[in-house]
């Protein structure tokens, strides 16, 4: 815990650092105030160019209204029957549910159950042809989700289906990975396990040359939300 509070500190004082060195350049130049929603477009265009240069693909920057038709589309778009679901940070992921049951997938919930159970829910995650999820975070610099998993999103939702589709909310895309931890706070990072995905898995382990989906999905789809109302 205290090594992890120094790496939260040294974080934080490099960001200050660079702040105060150019505290005097910015008074003199007054810069113009950019609007709070072009600062997030922005972060989200970041975000949408790092994904694809890392292998992933974005779907979009879509209203909440347009998400649950454009997940029922690509899982018919990949051919899936099953499709691996995790309860939602913001997202209403259960009509994400209903509406994929009635274009007849078969859903797999994940919930929390007892350690006895937890071998047979991750097998029927790994067996599905998709998993969704919600990020906590997106980060623009480097294209990376963060998810921060719990009984009722494990971490199998990102790590076993062959392809995977993630959902984040537009204010939840960050600049960098420094802005997540300083979200998170050093108790929250220590308190909960956080996956960084950055594109689909890959190994080079195989005759050296580059393996899509040998230890995860070999695919990766990002949706941003941005609610109409903000």
Same mark, same amino acid.
């Given at each position: 815990?205290?090594?992890?509070?120094?790496?939260?500190?040294?974080?934080?004082?490099?960001?200050?650092?660079?702040?105060?060195?150019?505290?005097?350049?910015?008074?003199?130049?007054?810069?113009?105030?950019?609007?709070?929603?072009?600062?997030?477009?922005?972060?989200?265009?970041?975000?949408?160019?790092?994904?694809?240069?890392?292998?992933?693909?974005?779907?979009? @920057?879509?209203?909440? &209204?347009? =998400?649950?038709?454009?997940?029922?589309?690509?899982?018919? *778009?990949? $051919?899936?029957?099953? +499709? #691996?679901?995790?309860?939602?940070?913001?997202?209403?992921?259960?009509?994400?549910?209903?509406?994929?049951?009635?274009?007849?997938?078969?859903?797999?919930?994940?919930?929390?159950?007892?350690?006895?159970?937890?071998?047979?829910?991750?097998?029927?995650?790994?067996?599905?042809?998709?998993?969704?999820?919600?990020?906590?975070?997106?980060?623009?610099?480097?294209?990376?989700?963060?998810?921060?998993?719990?009984?009722?999103?494990?971490?199998?939702?990102?790590?076993?289906?062959?392809?995977?589709?993630? @959902?984040?909310?537009? &204010?939840? =895309?960050?600049?960098?990975?420094?802005?997540?931890?300083? *979200?998170? $706070?050093?108790?929250? +990072? #220590?308190?909960?396990?956080?996956?960084?995905?950055?594109?689909?898995?890959?190994?080079?382990?195989?005759e050296k040359?580059?393996v899509l989906?040998?230890?995860?999905?070999?695919?990766?789809?990002?949706?941003?939300?941005?609610?109409?109302?903000?």
């Open positions: 815990m205290a090594e992890l509070h120094k790496i939260i500190a040294s974080v934080k004082d490099a960001l200050g650092v660079g702040a105060r060195s150019n505290s005097h350049a910015a008074a003199a130049s007054a810069p113009v105030p950019v609007a709070q929603s072009a600062h997030r477009a922005a972060l989200a265009s970041t975000f949408a160019r790092e994904l694809e240069t890392v292998g992933g693909k974005f779907l979009g @920057i879509l209203t909440p &209204d347009e =998400v649950t038709n454009r997940i029922v589309t690509l899982a018919g *778009e990949i $051919g899936a029957k099953t +499709v #691996a679901l995790g309860q939602g940070v913001v997202s209403d992921m259960d009509a994400i549910g209903e509406a994929l049951e009635r274009a007849d997938f078969r859903i797999v919930r994940t919930i929390p159950v007892a350690d006895t159970e937890r071998a047979a829910m991750r097998e029927r995650v790994a067996n599905a042809d998709i998993g969704i999820a919600e990020a906590d975070f997106a980060i623009a610099s480097t294209g990376t989700l963060a998810v921060v998993s719990n009984g009722d999103r494990p971490s199998s939702l990102t790590l076993l289906p062959p392809a995977s589709l993630v @959902i984040v909310q537009i &204010d939840r =895309v960050m600049e960098n990975l420094a802005a997540v931890l300083a *979200e998170l $706070g050093p108790e929250g +990072v #220590a308190a909960n396990r956080l996956t960084l995905i950055t594109g689909p898995s890959r190994t080079a382990d195989i040359r580059i989906g040998v230890h995860g999905p070999k695919s990766i789809h990002v949706i941003v939300v941005w609610p109409r109302d903000d």
